[in-house]
């Protein structure tokens, strides 16, 4: 039977844990497993909690065919439709998130990538948001180029966002216009305009566990530190539409192996949260220390107040990390 507790004490010794031992800790006894990720967790990052907001900064008629988006053109755009917000609708955005106590403020859009025209126009809206509120400024943009994310840095934009989503063996299956290969060139095109990246994925897209421990292997090849963990939340009309949630069992499972792979990450519940029943609580104590509060781009989120409580009665302080 495998030792987790040698595991954790040669993860919290600063010792890489090996792709034999994490996949003998998914089936590990579960309490067992989520309360040595909890401690890794605070070993590594304290109680200190990364709090982030996200608006949806230009929505839906995307081209991309990803099974699990209600913004994809190919399924009947059913999200709605917009192209990118006027500057003041993202400062107020903003300011709305600040006032809640999230750290951190990303403008996502939909489509494969930003025009220039679209990145120029970005990058005066990102300026209008650091001049006014005290907010660290995030983007994900699609599969932009080197030149786009330099740009976007000189405005003020300290992170990227692009989520693999899931491991390289089965992201065909989610999706075909674009390439795992084609994600991680514009994370490295990220990184070499100067950004620190967020990337991670979506569980329950009909995946193994095995593809999202290779995810996680994946990220922390890349040294990605924020980890966005999201759960699959089935849309009508996409061809994930009628997939299972994973359990809560699961969920905290996912969240305790990522722990034991990326000791040191910030590791951010996102979609699918508000449909737990404890709005993310048990992760929060196998092994994740971040979310993202407030709705979600095409789905409801959990709101700030009640984030505020729940983490107050977990003993986090809201402070950026990863």
């Known amino acids: 039977m495998i030792n987790i507790r040698s595991l954790e004490d040669k993860a919290i010794a600063g010792q ?34 990364d709090l982030c907001a996200i608006v949806n900064g230009k929505s839906g008629r995307c ?6 988006c ?43 990538q930003l025009s220039d025209a679209e990145v120029q126009s970005l990058c ?16 994900s943009a699609g599969l932009l180029r080197e ?9 003020g934009v300290e992170r990227a966002h692009c989520n693999l989503e899931t491991c390289e063996r089965f992201f065909a299956r989610v999706c075909t216009t674009h390439t795992y290969a084609d994600k991680i060139e514009a994370i490295t095109a990220a990184r ?19 593809d999202r421990i290779d995810l996680a292997f994946s990220l922390r090849a890349l040294g ?24 809560l069992e699961e969920r905290r499972r996912t969240v305790a192996l990522f722990r034991f792979i990326l000791p040191d990450a910030a590791i951010r519940l996102a979609g699918g949260r508000k449909d737990m029943p404890d709005k993310g609580a048990a992760c929060f104590t196998s092994g994740a220390n971040a979310c993202i509060t407030g709705d979600m781009l095409t789905t409801e989120g959990v709101g700030a107040t009640a984030d505020a409580a729940l983490l107050q009665t977990l003993g986090y302080t809201v402070q950026a990390h990863g």
Do not use: W
């Open 16 to 49: 890489r844990i090996a792709r034999a031992d994490v996949t003998a800790l998914a089936d590990a006894p579960l309490e067992e497993l989520c309360a040595a990720a909890d401690r890794i967790r605070k070993h590594f990052c304290g109680n200190a909690f």
């Open 63 to 68: 081209g991309e065919d990803c099974k699990f």
């Open 70 to 112: 209600a913004q994809s053109a190919h399924y009947g755009g059913a999200a709605e439709q917009y192209a990118l917000l006027p500057t003041d609708t993202v400062v107020r955005a903003a300011e709305q998130s600040a006032r809640a106590g999230a750290l951190r403020f990303s403008v996502v859009t939909s489509g494969r």
């Open 124 to 139: 005066e809206t990102v300026r209008a948001v650091r001049r006014r509120v005290p907010v660290s400024v995030c983007v």
């Open 147 to 155: 030149q786009q994310f330099c740009a976007l840095r000189a405005a």
């Open 192 to 210: 070499n305009a100067g950004l620190t990246v967020c990337s991670g994925g979506i569980m329950g897209l009909g995946e193994s566990m095995a």
């Open 224 to 247: 990605v530190r924020s980890v966005p963990v999201n759960f699959l939340q089935p849309i009508a009309g996409t061809p994930l539409g009628n997939v299972r949630p994973l359990s």
